[in-house]
């Protein structure tokens, strides 16, 4: 990066060159400049020496320690699984505990990491009209009457066919038999069109 600055390379010459950010690039011959590094560099220039004048730290740690705070990735986890929960919600909790912590792409890819290793899914074959998957959302809708203005609290059916995942939604006022039984009918009369 630094023989190419040095050559005149601008930061998206270099970034392309390098398959890096150049956010990386800028940030990196910020850095130098600050350290006083400049091409060529000088003979006692190891990877441990340039660590400690770039970051201010060794590399003495442990290899692939991250530098930032991370959250307990299993109770991230636990707590996507909640009703409305998101990952952007959950990192803007993270970031105003840990403020220098990492950005929600960053995050949201140490997430990813940590979800692929988590107990495989088993991918199932349907065969066409042999199953229809039903239940309630477990989501209310509140659904405001013109008239009087009062807010009533609405159920949310769904259905989706095994095959082709082709769903259908019903809203309907409780999940008492006479509703769930309606709402089959409803899905049964749209899926057959």
């Not at 109770?75 to 950005?103: D, F, N, Q």
């Not at 890819?109 to 229809?132: I, N, W």
Request: a neutral charge; hydrophobic letters at 40%.
């Amino acid at each position: 990066m630094l023989r190419l600055a040095g050559s005149g390379g601008s930061s998206r010459e270099i970034a392309a060159a390098l398959n890096v950010a150049r956010s990386t690039v800028r940030d990196y011959l910020k850095r130098a400049g600050t350290a006083g590094l400049s091409w060529p560099l000088p003979d006692d220039a190891t990877d441990a020496v340039l660590e400690e004048r770039l970051f201010g730290r060794s590399t003495g740690g442990q290899l692939g320690a991250r530098r930032r705070p991370e959250p307990d990735w299993a109770v991230v986890a636990c707590e996507l699984k909640r009703p409305g929960v998101t990952l952007e919600i959950l990192w803007s909790e993270y970031r105003e505990i840990h403020s220098e912590g990492y950005g929600y792409s960053r995050w949201c890819d140490l997430y990813r990491t940590f979800e692929r290793h988590l107990s495989p899914v088993m991918r199932q074959e349907h065969v066409a009209g042999d199953k229809v998957f039903v239940d309630f959302s477990g989501k209310k809708l509140a659904i405001i009457d013109r008239t009087t203005g009062e807010i009533r609290e609405a159920e949310i059916f769904v259905a989706v066919l095994g095959a082709s995942n082709y769903a259908y939604a019903e809203v309907v006022w409780t999940q008492t038999l006479s509703d769930w039984i309606g709402a089959h009918v409803g899905g049964t009369s749209r899926f057959v069109r």
